[in-house]
């Protein structure tokens, strides 16, 4: 009988070198979506920050999907989301989400905010199955026609 795989959550460091081809496919994919530059990865040296938590999702200690939060004075943001696309469609997106969203609780957050394109349905999906609602734009996004603010209020 073959042993289902164990998947793992932990806070990881996004310079870790099993960590790093993860971020790059996640630009690659957003350089994809987005030719004209609408959409700006975020620069690695913003997630070594101290306002900052990187999470990974390891199967069997292979990173398979990645997200951040920055703490911000009134709010924290949710960046850089991203499944390897052979383990999409299983879940793991909104497990993901639901682990940031327990480590933005337990440090005391309770407005989540995010920003995603308009390319990006099943991410829109997902956060609206989430209770994510649009906003207006925030922090350093601007108004931008291919971009898509949106919040949750922590219970």
Do not use: W
């Not at 690659?28 to 990865?41: F, H, K, M, S, V």
């Amino acid at each position: 009988m073959l042993k289902a795989p164990a998947l793992h959550f932990e806070i990881d460091d996004p310079e870790a070198p099993e960590v790093a081809p993860l971020l790059l496919q996640l630009d690659g994919y957003l350089a994809e979506l987005y030719p004209t530059g609408n959409i700006q990865p975020v620069p690695l040296a913003e997630l070594k920050q101290p306002n900052v938590t990187f999470l990974t999702a390891r199967v069997d200690g292979k990173p398979v999907a990645c997200g951040a939060f920055v703490r911000h004075r009134d709010y924290v943001e949710v960046k850089r989301m991203y499944v390897l696309p052979a383990c999409r469609g299983l879940g793991l997106g909104k497990q993901l989400l639901e682990a940031l969203e327990a480590e933005v609780a337990r440090s005391g957050g309770t407005l989540v905010r995010l920003e995603t394109g308009t390319a990006q349905a099943e991410a829109l999906e997902l956060y609206e199955r989430a209770g994510y609602r649009r906003c207006p734009p925030f922090g350093e996004h601007s108004s931008n026609p291919r971009s898509i603010c949106m919040e949750k209020v922590l219970a």
